[in-house]
């Protein structure tokens, strides 16, 4: 690591940086120029911008990668078993050489991601819910940094100080698709974990593509009965396992803990409290309770956060906000703003993602959320997201730590389209390049 990204490491939230853009540049320009002989798509970018180095924020904004950059690979090449292909895909976008590695014996997704393991690649996955995942690689500088990352950042969220000695439950599996075997890296040591089987990537592309096959009237009876047993199979075992996690949780709830999981298995473990007669509020108040993401189509009632909060109590309970091709999160401080660390480069663009738009006279811009991670070296840390937000530039936050800082109103594009769909310009011309790039590979 060099003794730039040295110092933009240590930088905490409560530490003021006069010249914090400054040296976030000059991170930024090594990435481009060390990455760029690598990596096929950011060379391509970046000659077609005709950008030599990277000396001001506005030069960065034609370098970012769209979202969905990480799943531009042709779903042909999984559903067919071109394992060969979709490595040779991700080495567009990819600082790894990946396409190197004999994949001649892989059977499905899963033994794909095993092989790239066993050479020392490790891939990010998203959760795929919508039947088809982005893949990032990251190396092992890259998990160091975002331990770091990770610790410093409970100096933002309020009440809680730095959990790393306390008792840690993670209700989620250790191996599935956010994280895969990468999991075990950012845990803390000891943690209790709701389950130790691995989820397959290879099984829930197989119920995306039943569901489709559903929706277009094509599926037959015996793929939905067997998908609709495998996921009652799947839930059963893991409800299983939450009481077993559950009673570990319960019994410790008179000291500080540290419980992080979907919203959706925090209102499963509520649910078991109550039928076990858990008290309301009965957990120590200097826990900490990290619920991410959604509910993942379990159905609540209205008030479900309501009840949330009453049956876990006065406890530190601070959202994040993040994604997986950006691999670091922002934790919202006791102002209920998310905080960006200084690892992050934000820049706020048009709707189409093309523009850098400029703060008004309150420090405070609306637009498209996107970042540089720069910590990563796996991949290209600049990804402009699908989120709309608010952004106040303002140096220090009402909470008093410095910014920038993101309200909380985040909302998709695609939730403000009447089609409901994102149009993002950039994701089509990276798109089209990517696939452009591995047509040799295809004839």
Known sequence: MSSTIDTLASIRSQDEVDDLTQLQLRVAHERLVTQRSSMRALDYRAN????????????LVPLLFAHSTYKTYPESFIEQGKWSLLSTWLDTVSTCEVSKIDMSDVVDLDAWIDRLAEAGITIIASSGTSGKHSFITLNESDFERLRVAQS????????IGHPDSRPFAYLGPLSAPPLLGARRRMLPSGADVLTNERVRLAENVEFARVRNA??????????????????????????????VIADKIFARRDVPQTI?????????????????????????????????????????PDDFQEQLDRFFGNVSSPKMYGMTELSS??????????????????????????????????????GRFAAFNLLIEGHWGGVISGD????????????????PVIEENVIRYSELSVAGDDKLTCGGTMEQYIRGSIEPELA
């Open 48 to 59: 077609e911008a005709g950008i030599e180095s990277i000396d001001s924020v506005e030069n």
């Open 152 to 159: 410093q950042m409970w100096d933002i969220a309020p009440g």
């Open 214 to 243: 559903v929706a277009n009237g094509t599926a037959s009876p015996s793929e939905v009965k067997h998908m609709e047993s495998r996921i009652k199979e799947r839930s059963d075992g893991l409800l299983s396992e939450l009481k």
């Open 260 to 300: 992080s999981g979907m919203v959706g298995m925090f209102w499963r473990l509520m649910e078991l409290g109550k039928e076990e007669g858990i008290p309301e509020g009965s957990f120590h108040p200097e826990s900490l309770m990290l619920m991410n993401g959604g509910l993942k189509g379990l159905v609540v």
């Open 329 to 366: 999160q922002m934790v919202m401080c006791e102002a209920r703003k998310y905080h960006v660390p200084a690892e992050l480069l934000p820049l706020i663009l048009d709707e189409s993602g093309e523009h850098l738009l400029t703060p008004g006279e309150d420090r405070k811009v609306k």
């Open 388 to 403: 709309q937000v608010t952004a106040d530039f303002s140096p220090f936050c009402e909470c008093g730590l410095r910014g």
